[in-house]
């Protein structure tokens, strides 16, 4: 069984930077389309961003665009989301999602998920 491990989250000033990674335990993900979800107080889950398998197609939410970049690393088996200039919207929990189906993922239809981790970022 597959798990997808998060890290990286904390508290942070507005315009500051933040950096997730995601793991996964008990198999290599790297045929799968990996992308970021993240769910606010109140508020459903949101697709972020997401990555194919080779590292050379992503694609992100017009709220980040220019702000977050995901970045895979293929020797270490993980997946990135850089967060520069982040503002206090940002604040949710992010979840890491992989697929072998794009459009699955983008639907949040994902075969696996992370348990998230929270980010907020204060004014």
């Known amino acids: 069984q597959v798990q997808l491990v998060e890290s990286g989250g904390g508290l942070v000033q507005a315009g500051g930077s933040l950096r997730l990674s995601c793991a996964p335990s008990g198999r290599t993900l790297s045929t799968y389309f990996m992308g970021w979800f993240r769910q606010a107080p109140g508020k459903e889950r949101e697709f972020v961003g997401d990555i194919d398998w080779s590292g050379s197609s992503t694609d992100y939410a017009d709220s980040v665009k220019g702000r977050f970049t995901i970045s895979r690393d293929s020797s270490k088996n993980t997946v990135s989301l850089q967060m520069n200039s982040l503002k206090p919207e940002d604040t949710a929990i992010y979840y890491c999602?992989?697929?072998?189906?794009?459009?699955?993922?983008?639907?949040?239809?994902?075969?696996?998920w992370g348990q998230g981790t929270q980010v907020t970022v204060s004014s």
């Open positions: 999602a992989g697929s072998l189906n794009r459009n699955r993922l983008r639907n949040g239809a994902s075969n696996y």
